[in-house]
């Protein structure tokens, strides 16, 4: 496993970080060492001290929903007054509202902090400062040119914070307040931040790994009666370990569901839940509106690549359709960015704007879509969001205009050279031990910036080979050492099944990577490619 890993410089870091202690030290030396730190913590003592009404003003998915949960939590343990907003995509559009500022204010609230959102809203922060709120913003997207003027922590302005989700920025803050104070940690604030950590699909450097990792391990034994009846919903009970495959495609998508087709505020309410009876019922109605939000996903997802094949071969997609369901624009827009391989947004009418379109943009190959959008700005009502994901409003007048700069942005945006692929150590069937297998839990979960370890596998002959799936579109293909057989997936690999057959030598490039079948902590691999026996120095590394 060192060897398979041999070029990873931060790999002494991850193992420190096995230790929870050294996760809560790096996290409250991140915080502290903020410029804004003092001042964020001026509001957050306010607050608390002086029981000064409190709106947290989060946002509709994991992130800003478990950032909000725990802070207003934390506030409600101080028995400070207030409540949390979390906006509906569909009605309040992207970031702070300027009404429900106002309504805010009108309502007697004296502090508003933001959870993830805020740092781009220049306009209403200084609108909301203007009429003698208290305010803060704790969020990770990007800021515009001019800084906010209200305290702000955000890892685009503090080179001392990792790039945590806006719940792990809200964990580290958590950290430092109650160790100041001498207060216990809530109990199932692990696995609300690696949901959120997974959820946000933040880069796995050391710091959001660990969070990813420990919040993983206690997942299965959560604390959190919300979270433990979702656990059943989906499935995934009596697994005494979770993979991050696990939370990514059964959790995550029950939760974020409730927000996408109905309101934001469920999801909460199940993460508040009390008793579990109250609980159950919250994740069985997670469950349905997950359902409803698939098969709404599937049929917008099918229209917007029918119209893609009218745009040919523009470097970025605008798809448009004015009655797609907003809530899943941003599902729709990332199939279309992965399966053609450029970045696509997808918009459809905002329901309560009159004339803008509002939507959704997912990068591929690279490209930075806010830089993009940056470039259109001219064009556009609004827009924010990350290099990879992002959200946009515009007139519909402007369409085709946004159309052309999208696409022109996008061919002349920087895409970063393609690295040389690393020449891949060969490893043997007889190594993956049990050892081995429980060195990849620890440094499990993998993902962007902590790539899955990489091999060939030598001396290996095919077993049997395999279609898998209901659409026949993956490859099962079983190979074996003469000793012991091993399953390698090969997903959307089907095609490769007429080049195997049993008995017949394959050197296989497989990806390593936790499993838990049969509630063992094993591995699976997954298929990269094979390569050729007979190209010269192929197969000897
Ligand atoms: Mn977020």
Do not use: S
């Given at each position: 496993m060192q060897r398979l890993l041999a070029d990873r410089a931060d790999l002494e870091e991850r193992v420190n970080l096995l230790d929870p202690e050294a996760v809560s030290h790096a996290a409250q030396l991140a915080v502290t060492e903020c410029g804004q730190w003092p001042a964020v913590r001026d509001v957050l003592l306010r607050a608390r001290d002086q029981k000064r009404p409190t709106l947290i003003y989060g946002d509709y998915d994991v992130d800003g929903v478990v950032a909000t949960f725990m802070l207003h939590r934390w506030l409600r343990a101080h028995e400070v007054p207030g409540n949390v907003f979390l906006p509906s995509r569909m009605v309040?559009?992207?970031?702070?509202?300027r009404e429900v500022l106002g309504q805010a204010i009108e309502h007697g609230y004296r502090t508003l902090i933001a959870v993830d959102c805020g740092t781009a809203n220049l306009a209403e922060l200084e609108y909301a400062t203007g009429a003698g709120l208290d305010l803060a913003v704790l969020d990770h997207h990007e800021p515009k040119s001019t800084l906010p003027p209200v305290p702000v922590l955000n890892a685009h302005l503090e080179s001392s914070l990792p790039p945590y989700c806006s719940a792990g920025l809200v964990g580290a803050v958590l950290d430092v307040m109650r160790t100041e104070s001498g207060e216990a940690a809530e109990a199932d604030e692990a696995e609300l931040m690696a949901l959120a950590t997974i959820a946000d699909v933040v880069p796995l450097v050391p710091q959001n790994w660990a969070l990813a990792h420990h919040g993983l391990r206690a997942l299965p034994e959560t604390a959190n009666l919300g979270l433990a009846e979702l656990i059943k919903v989906a499935s995934?009970?009596?697994?005494?370990r979770l993979t991050a495959r696990q939370a990514s495609f059964n959790l995550v998508p029950r939760l974020n569901a409730v927000g996408r087709m109905q309101s934001p505020r469920l999801m909460f309410d199940l993460l508040a839940a009390e008793d579990e009876q109250d609980a159950r019922e919250r994740a069985l109605q997670h469950d349905r509106l997950n359902d409803e939000r698939r098969q709404t996903a599937d049929q917008v997802t099918r229209a917007a690549l029918l119209q893609s094949t009218n745009h040919g071969d523009a470097a970025g997609l605008v798809l448009y359709g004015?009655?797609?369901?907003?809530?899943v624009l941003g599902i729709a827009a990332a199939r279309v960015a992965e399966q053609l391989g450029r970045p696509a947004v997808v918009l459809a009418d905002?329901?309560?704007?009159?004339?803008l379109l509002s939507g959704s943009a997912r990068s591929a190959a690279g490209h930075n879509v806010v830089a993009a959008f940056e470039h259109c700005a001219g064009v556009l009502e609004s827009f924010g969001g990350h290099a990879l994901a992002a959200g946009v409003k515009l007139e519909f007048g402007q369409l085709e205009a946004f159309r052309s700069c999208f696409a022109s942005a996008i061919r002349e945006g920087q895409t970063p050279g393609q690295e040389p692929a690393p020449a891949l150590a060969s490893v043997s069937?007889?190594?993956?031990t049990e050892q081995f297998e429980g060195d990849v839990w620890s440094l499990a979960?993998?993902?962007?910036g902590h790539a899955a370890p990489r091999c060939l596998l030598t001396g290996c002959r095919v077993e049997r080979a395999s279609y898998m799936g209901r659409d026949k579109t993956h490859l099962n293909l079983l190979v074996s050492d003469g000793q012991r057989q091993i399953r390698i997936a090969g997903f959307n690999q089907s095609h490769l099944l007429h080049q195997l057959s049993p008995g017949q030598p394959v050197l296989p490039a497989v990806e390593i990577l936790p499993d838990n079948w049969n509630n063992r902590c094993s591995i699976m691999l997954r298929l990269l490619g094979l390569k050729d026996h007979a190209a010269p120095g192929s197969n000897q590394q």
């Open positions: 309040h559009g992207y970031g702070l509202n995934l009970h009596g697994l005494t004015a009655d797609w369901h907003i809530g905002a329901p309560h704007a009159d004339g069937i007889g190594e993956f979960p993998f993902g962007l």
